[in-house]
């Protein structure tokens, strides 16, 4: 085995940049790196998801119909592809160096550029380059987390790691759900979160990346790539992005589903969803503990890919039922919530895990081909999205002003709906015409239970409706009530479709690293513990060798 030597620490300006340990850092210090690390994904992600929680008010504010919508949000997650693929240089530039940068120009975007946006291709702008830091912090961070935290305590930090998107998530809904009716505006929850991520990276400066001693980065990344085309690999990241495909559909678009399909204002959905991330959080923290005390990890995934399933498949029966109670929808999402804590963390700790054994140097790497493989099923199941669910885009796009309509007009309104078509056809065709008023006074009365004279009182105040408004609800309102009536029913086929994604994400877990038995994990683990002492004997022997040479060069 060779002798190590190690590297002292950068100084001076150059520190700004290299910021690397001479030495791996004790459990202390470690630990204050995991924190920090935490914080800054958990800043990044309330940052990215916050959109989510105003996404209406957005949508009406610039004029967007739905279906640009969701491409401003496929076109982020696109450039948050090819970022996470980039950052597997992070092997090679250092991780903290892209975290400390990411969070100050994410926070001056959120504050700033995006709240004050003058269009669509602004705010499409500065969504893309949000995007693009937390496609590079997808695969910096949770490389941050590794450096710092042994196999044997993995689960646990990879849980504390996943509880930055959860985290982040409910910082979103929590705040959005206690603050939008006195603070309707979108743009408030953007300067709020802003501001928040701004303090946070100026703390963020401590960061720091621990390299480990005697290892040539140049070497050991030669073919890291080609290494990474491995089943165990390429193949599990596929899967656990299939399997996540519900949870950023939830992230972006729970607040429209449950507007248009149950009729929720957004600080009532956004209260629903909080059921969702509580109880990811506590979740993750729980199984991340228990998958280290036991060093297994696939016993966990395949339970919390069924518990995942049948939540899934609760959701999926109760969005056609369109007296579904809240608390229906909370326990659905308390089982998906649970699932997802059951399946991430342990996935996490496993990928790592799967990745060091081709090579341990290019961790980034293996993470930079999962952040890409994700990003790419994201965009892909967003574009989907609006062909499965276009009664949405119909909803949000022309259903807001057709209620706005009949809220301001409602007699006015059920008089045109009381009238056959073809009568309202003759009377906008002559409004003279003496047979069709008195057809459709006849209709009216009959109808709606009223005398004659009452029937043409109605119908004479439909004149109050301006021309414009009548043209709208003429060539809208049938397309509105028909997008209503198909909403649920194409809501309930994408989430079947979310359930076959699930099912997909089983069968892979069979092939990652780790074992499925505690007791021969508890072996393995102690011959790698033994392998470790060695290495530190031989270090301690190569550090006195160090010191005596230093001693007698002196002398």
């Known amino acids: 085995m060779s002798t190590i030597t190690a590297a002292a620490a950068p100084r001076g300006l150059r520190g700004l940049w290299d910021r690397q340990l001479p030495h791996y850092p004790d459990t202390a210090r470690r630990m204050w790196y995991l924190g920090i690390t935490i914080v800054a994904t958990i800043t990044l992600y309330y940052a990215l998801f ?66 004050n946006a003058s269009g669509k291709a602004e705010y499409a702008v500065c969504y893309a380059l949000v995007s693009i830091v937390e496609g590079i912090c997808l695969v910096a961070t949770p490389a941050l987390i590794r450096d710092f935290s042994p196999q044997v305590g993995r689960a646990a930090a990879m849980a ?20 939008l009716t006195g603070h309707p505006d979108w743009q408030y929850q953007f ?35 080609r290494q990474m085309l491995r089943v165990n690999i390429t193949g599990s990241a596929l899967a656990v992005s299939l399997f996540l495909v519900l949870f950023y559909i939830i992230t972006a ?36 503990f228990a998958s280290d005390r036991v060093l ?52 996490m700790a496993g990928f790592t895990q799967t990745v060091e054994k081709r090579n341990p140097a290019a961790t980034a790497t293996g993470l930079a081909l999962w952040g890409w493989t994700v990003r790419i099923v994201t965009v892909a199941s967003f574009l989907l999205l609006t062909v499965v669910v276009p009664a949405t885009s119909t909803l949000v796009d022309k259903g807001a002003r057709v209620a706005a309509i009949v809220t301001a007009y409602p007699q006015q309104v059920q008089v ?72 649920p029913g194409q809501w309930q086929r994408w989430w079947w479709i979310c359930f076959l994604c699930q099912l997909v994400f089983i069968p892979f877990v ?46």
């Open 296 to 347: 297994v990890r696939k016993p966990f995934m395949v339970a919390g890919a069924v518990i995942s399933l049948a939540g899934t498949a609760l959701l999926a029966v109760a969005t056609t039922h369109p007296h579904t109670s809240y608390y229906t929808f909370a326990l659905s999402f308390i089982l998906l919530a649970a699932g997802f804590g059951l399946v991430f963390p342990t996935w």
């Open 510 to 555: 069979f092939v990652m690293a780790g074992h499925w038995n505690p007791r021969k994990a508890r072996a393995e683990e102690q011959e790698h513990e033994r392998m470790v002492q060695r290495e530190l004997a031989l270090l301690e022997g190569a550090r006195a060798d160090r010191e005596t040479e230093a001693r007698g060069a002196g002398q």
């Open 191 to 225: 300067r709020l979160c802003g501001a928040v991520g701004l303090v946070v990276s100026l703390r963020d400066r401590a960061l720091v990346e621990a390299r480990a001693a005697g290892i040539d980065p140049d070497a050991a990344l030669k073919g890291h790539w």
């Open 416 to 487: 045109l709906q009381t009238v056959d078509p073809a009568t309202l056809a003759a009377l906008k065709a002559d409004p003279a015409s003496r047979p069709a008023a008195a057809k459709a006074v006849s209709e009216i009365s009959a109808r709606l239970a009223i005398s004659p004279a009452q029937a043409a009182a109605r119908l004479k105040s439909v004149s109050a409706v301006p021309p414009a408004d009548l043209a709208y609800l003429s060539a809208n309102a049938p397309k509105v009530a028909q997008a209503a009536k198909d909403n």
């Open 253 to 288: 678009f729970a607040v429209v589903f449950l507007g248009t399909v149950f009729g929720y204002p957004a600080s009532r959905a956004n209260a629903v969803a909080n059921w969702y991330w509580i109880t990811a959080a506590v979740t993750m923290l729980v199984i991340g």
């Open 50 to 115: 916050v959109q989510g929680a105003v996404a209406p008010k957005i949508i009406a504010q610039y004029h967007f119909s739905f279906t640009e919508f969701v491409g401003i949000v496929a076109i982020g997650a696109t450039f948050g592809a090819f970022a996470s693929l980039a950052a597997g240089l992070a092997d090679r530039w250092g991780r903290a160096n892209l975290v400390v940068g990411g969070l100050l120009l994410t926070g001056l975007l959120v504050t700033f550029a995006m709240p």
């Open 160 to 179: 504390f790691w996943t509880m930055g998107p959860v985290l982040g998530s409910l910082v979103v809904t929590e705040v959005s759900s206690h603050t």
